[in-house]
Structures are given as C-alpha cells and as structure tokens.
C-alpha cells in the first residue's frame, strides 16, 4: 500500500483480556518499529524489527507484551492480560532500512483503551 | 531517565510571526537529530533533520539549529503559519539505533 496501515484503529478492552494490534508496513521497508504514545508522554520504544529478526526488544515494558513479524511484512503486538496502564496510541513506523538515511514513516496509530 | 527533552509542552505565537521550539538532549553519542509534526488522530511526519556534523539546516520556512557543545537544538518556523499548528517531536539516534522521542511541544499559530 502507499502508507503504513494499522489495524484497529480503535480498541475497547475489558482488563485482563488479550489483545493483538496489526501493523501492515510499505512494501519493500525491511524495517518495522513499534512505539506507544501514552497521555502526556512522548512517543516510547517498544521494539524493532529488521526483516523478521528483532535486534532490540529492550522497551518492552513487561513479558505481557511480545511481538512478531512474518515473512518480512506484517507485524503483530500482542498484549497480554490488559491493565490500564496499557491505555495508549500504539503507533507503527516501517523504513527502507535501519540506517540513518532511512526516515520513519508511521501508521496512524491504534488507540487502545483498556476499561 | 528521558534523554530527549522537550521542556515546553505547549507554545502559542501569532500567525507571521517566528516559532521557536527547543529540545535538549542528554546522550552525547546522539549523532542525527529530527524534527516529526503531528496532526490530531495521525501519524508523526517527518519534518526536517540535522547530522551532528553541521549547526544549521534550512528547509523552505524550516530552519534547525544544533548547539553540540549545549546539547540543544532548536526549530525555527518563520513566518508561522495557521496550517503549523500541531505537535512537534524532537527525535535523535544514535547510528542505527532506534530514534528516541521528546515528549513534543504543542504549537498554536494564532491568526
């Protein structure tokens, strides 16, 4: 596609239930990024992926959460066992590599709010 | 412990005149420097970036500024536009790594 999808785009939760946020990147960027955006917060690193390999999960906030990416494209992060907490605007970014020439573009976010 | 800080959370300027937004940062190793806009309900957009090896960076009405020595970086927008008004991101990597985010600045353009 000609942008970075995100699906949903809006989430309702009950606390304590899974749920999974699908990111579908340009075609052809080897690089996939997962941030999250809480109330009055910047935007915080959660984890990135280079082809499906990811190097760097050091921002993920617990074991709750985990993500995969398949044949280099689609990306999937799944949380477990919500807690408010969780509530955020949960934004992908793909890029044509991890380089430094190589800009973000993002999704639009899915907003997640667990009740 | 943030390493990019963006002390202003909001910033109201008069429609012709300049914005000036700040960022300061704690990583010396940061060696690329950008600036994202956002929009309500979208995505952050790629606004302008710095190398660490230069101090200025002019992009049409967009100019960013690097103080290495200071750790800072500014965004000038001049003349500000009703259409800027947005969130600002200041955003720095270190080589490959992931970019780290401030925590933006709210920037209203008033007609």
């Known amino acids: 596609g000609a942008g970075v999808s995100q699906s949903p785009s809006n989430k309702v939760t009950e606390k304590g239930k899974d749920v999974e946020l699908r990111c579908d990147p340009i075609s052809g960027h080897t690089a996939l990024y997962w941030y999250r955006q809480s109330l009055g917060q910047g935007l915080e690193f959660l984890i990135y992926f280079q082809g499906n390999s990811a190097p760097d999960k050091s921002g993920l906030p617990s074991d709750r959460f985990s993500a995969e990416r398949t044949g280099g494209s689609v990306s999937t992060l799944t949380i477990q066992r919500t807690q408010q907490e969780d509530s955020a605007v949960y934004l992908c970014a793909s890029s044509l590599g991890t380089g430094v020439d190589y800009g973000y573009t993002f999704g639009s976010g899915t907003r997640l709010t667990v009740v | 412990d943030q390493q990019v800080k963006q002390n202003s959370p909001s910033l109201s300027v008069q429609e012709g005149r300049i914005s000036i937004l700040n960022c300061d940062y704690t990583?010396?190793?940061?060696?690329?420097f950008l600036w994202y806009k956002k929009y309500p309900a979208e995505g952050p957009t790629f606004l302008i970036s710095?190398?660490?090896?230069?101090d200025k960076n002019e992009d049409g009405r967009f100019t960013v500024f690097l103080n290495k020595s200071a750790k800072h970086l500014s965004l000038h927008i001049v003349p500000s536009q009703p259409g800027d008004s947005a969130v600002y991101f200041c955003a720095a990597r270190e080589g490959n790594t992931p970019l780290v985010f401030g925590k933006g600045t709210r920037l209203s353009v008033i007609a």
């Open positions: 990583n010396s190793m940061f060696d690329y």
């Open positions: 710095i190398s660490s090896i230069k």
